[in-house]
């Protein structure tokens, strides 16, 4: 299965370190951050919000528990936000007016469980530091210590003693700082036991050291992990719905990406409209400068075979629309029988060698390069996607590889060849999933059940623009990297 744990894990600690975003000129230097907490922190000291604080230590290098960039800065929470806990349940408490008040059972990691909520009296001094406003970011110092959540509602809720309210000095983006306790909740970096924090009281938490980027940058982050997040979670619902079955899991996985729900659709990156009609241009170019053959245009797409819905700046194609060359090969005159194969060569691929990963050397042959010249229409040329057409490996494509020579292939084989090469990583994912594999098995000819090459023209791609193409082709290798059985 895919550990999606190590996965948020893992972002975390990079996002943290500062390695899935720039802080770019026009985000706010941490310098002029830093003064404006401290100017608001004295504030709140004069108006008797909080106390002074003792003369803190500096930071050394030796308390930071990773690196971070340049341009960032680490200081301690009581520099970020000024915070306190609230009310201790006491039987003795008769003074006040009665109000609904949280504690850590109420509390989990960004979320709320507030059925059946409490009451306890409180006065009027004690209101302000037991109550909790909209983006107060909450810590449980009881129960799970450090587990925290941001307030989002509007209505406003009191809190007893076991919970740390945090409110920064200056608006920042408070969601940062709870990613910073998850993951260091995750590294033991808090905890009751063990090499952590040894529990969480506000002397503990006010001195707990924690990585400070530019404003702008933080928020960059945090739209990143939450981007990844929602991925994840995608992943745990196929899971737990494909829990006994990998290979099930990984076939939801293609899905999911060719249907845009495993990358965002960003407007800088324009549309597959677009891409679509460059690809078109390029590809009358070349057929009027005889580069490629002339074909036959392709019936348009009709409403009714498209399959399912896919984003709006996405578009579907049929392959043989964005492909210079969809062809297959033969079998040289003899085959094994004769002197055709030679122990050094040009690599002969048959469908033993064809398989999603990669071209599979055991089993490869090899041809001469008079025999190759004579094979022009099956020469397999660098960035190629090769396709088994026939028998029980029907369907197994594989991307030849940017420093290939030349090769050539039999009739179990189609060459598909993009007009873009840019786009042949995407059209594997295509291929490789069970909405292609499903059209090529369900589209089968002869007693061999083969798939032709003009079938395979006619098949619909669902196509995003190159850039989200990128993004869906990393991800799902991320993602699968992580399956395991």
């Not at 189609?414 to 059209?427: E, Q, V």
Request: hydrophobic letters at 35%; proline letters at 4%.
């Amino acid at each position: 299965m895919i550990d999606t744990e190590a996965m948020r894990c893992k972002i975390l600690e990079n996002a943290l370190k500062g390695q899935i975003s720039d802080t770019l000129i026009a985000d706010e230097n941490v310098a002029n951050l830093i003064n404006l907490l401290r100017m608001q922190k004295e504030e709140c000291i004069k108006k008797g919000l909080i106390s002074k604080d003792k003369k803190a230590l500096p930071i050394t290098e030796k308390e930071t528990p990773f690196q971070i960039p340049a341009a960032w800065s680490w200081v301690r929470i009581g520099d970020i936000f000024y915070h306190n806990t609230g009310k201790a349940l006491n039987s003795s408490n008769t003074e006040g007016n009665t109000y609904e008040y949280i504690t850590t059972s109420n509390v989990y990691w960004d979320r709320f469980e507030l059925n059946e909520l409490k009451t306890m009296l409180f006065t009027e001094s004690e209101i302000e530091k037991c109550t909790v406003k909209k983006d107060d970011l909450l810590v449980c110092e009881g129960g799970d210590i450090g587990r925290a959540a941001i307030w989002n509602f509007d209505e406003e809720i009191k809190i007893q003693n076991h919970i740390h309210r945090l409110r920064p000095y200056v608006e920042i983006c408070v969601r940062f700082y709870y990613y910073v306790f998850l993951y260091y909740k995750k590294i033991g970096r808090i905890n009751g036991k063990g090499i952590g924090l040894q529990g969480l009281s506000t002397n503990v938490l006010h001195e707990l050291i924690v990585p400070l980027p530019p404003k702008g940058t933080q928020w960059k982050i945090v739209k990143k992990i939450d981007e990844v997040f929602e991925q994840l979670e995608i992943i745990d619902e196929l899971q737990r719905n494909y829990t006994a079955d990998i290979k099930a899991l990984k076939n939801k996985l293609f899905d999911v990406a060719i249907q845009g729900k495993l990358s965002e659709q960003l407007l800088e990156d324009g549309t597959a409209e677009e891409l679509y009609t460059k690809i078109q241009a390029e590809k009358t170019a070349l057929m009027q400068e005889g580069k490629i053959k002339k074909e036959k245009v392709l019936p348009e797409i009709t409403e009714d075979e498209v399959p399912f819905d896919i984003p709006l700046n996405w578009k579907w194609v049929r392959l043989g629309d964005i492909s210079a060359k969809i062809s297959s090969g033969n079998t040289p005159a003899g085959g094994n029988k004769s002197n055709v194969y030679v122990e050094k060569g040009y690599s002969f691929f048959r469908e033993q060698n064809i398989y999603n990963d990669g071209i599979h050397e055991e089993g490869l042959v090899y041809i001469t390069e008079e025999l190759l010249k004579t094979r022009v229409n099956s020469t397999v040329l660098p960035m190629d996607i090769l396709l088994n057409i026939t028998g029980g490996s029907i369907g197994r494509c594989a991307l030849i590889p940017d420093d290939f020579t030349k090769g050539s292939i039999n009739q179990h084989i189609l060459i598909i060849r993009m007009i873009d090469p840019r786009l042949r990583f995407y059209i594997h994912t295509c291929i490789c999933s069970p909405f292609i594999q499903k059209y090529i098995k369900g589209n089968t000819v002869g007693d061999k059940d083969g798939f032709s090459a003009g079938r395979c023209k006619n098949m619909l791609i669902p196509l995003p623009p190159l850039e989200e193409q990128r993004r869906i082709v990393s991800k799902l290798n991320e993602i699968l990297a992580f399956v395991t059985m």
